[in-house]
């Protein structure tokens, strides 16, 4: 059965740390790996990585997707207080797209 | 303003009592999907529609229907609800399938007592 594990399920951090988030996989046929952020209500896309793009960065945030491990890492630097969400990852196999369970952040001040 | 809209936002039913949840798209998108998240288990999907008059089964698709009739929109119809389809739904489109990024819609809370 196809698999997203995401670790830590929450952190909570000082504004100005650095944080990784971890997104490892079970997917059969993977064709990419895509990150959401969710603050309030609906999630909103952050990076999608597939075998041809491995590596996303934009601002403060970066990711990266290691095929051979199956899995992939969010890093956000500089943490603000902006940043408390859940960040979903999902990974698009075959047919479907099958999500992790989320990561809770909470950036305190 | 490019965007998908989903109503009603809240919404308190009782077991049994036909209820349908509307998701619209302004994008002019082929794809549409509809998920539920429910705590520890992430979203997961309930239908899908690749066109008009296209739909299939997600992850989770009993208790639910759906229906394609016009591109922007996709209803969600639950027939008769029942306690365990209390949970947060999201509609949400993309432009051709899911190797392109999935819009989302605000969310319906639903509570069915």
């Known amino acids: 059965e196809d698999k997203v594990v995401q670790s830590p399920l929450s952190l909570v951090v000082h504004e100005g740390d650095t944080v990784t988030l971890n997104c490892s996989y079970e997917v059969t046929n993977f064709r990419s790996l895509l990150w959401y952020k969710q603050e309030k209500k609906a999630p909103t896309f952050l990076f999608m990585l597939t075998s041809s793009g491995i590596e996303k960065k934009s601002g403060r945030l970066s990711s990266i997707l290691d095929k051979k491990e199956l899995s992939s890492i969010l890093n956000i630097t500089a943490t603000q207080t902006g940043d408390s969400a859940i960040y979903l990852c999902?990974?698009?196999?075959?047919?479907?797209?099958?999500f992790g369970q989320g990561t809770r952040l909470t950036i305190n001040p | 303003e490019a965007q998908v809209t989903q109503n009603p936002r809240y919404l308190i039913t009782v077991t049994g009592k036909k209820l349908t949840v509307t998701c619209s798209q302004n994008m002019n998108h082929e794809y549409m999907s509809w998920y539920r998240q429910d705590p520890g288990l992430g979203l997961r999907q309930i239908y899908y529609?690749?066109?008009?008059?296209?739909?299939d089964k997600g992850d989770v698709p009993e208790g639910y229907k759906v229906s394609r009739k016009e591109k922007r929109n996709f209803p969600l119809i639950l027939e008769s609800p029942s306690p365990n389809q209390t949970s947060l739904y999201f509609c949400?489109?993309?432009?051709?399938?899911?190797?392109?990024?999935?819009?989302f819609g605000p969310g319906t809370r639903l509570t069915v007592t």
């Open positions: 999902a990974v698009l196999g075959a047919q479907k797209l099958v």
């Open positions: 529609s690749m066109n008009v008059e296209v739909t």
């Open positions: 949400a489109s993309s432009f051709a399938d899911l190797s392109y990024e999935q819009y």
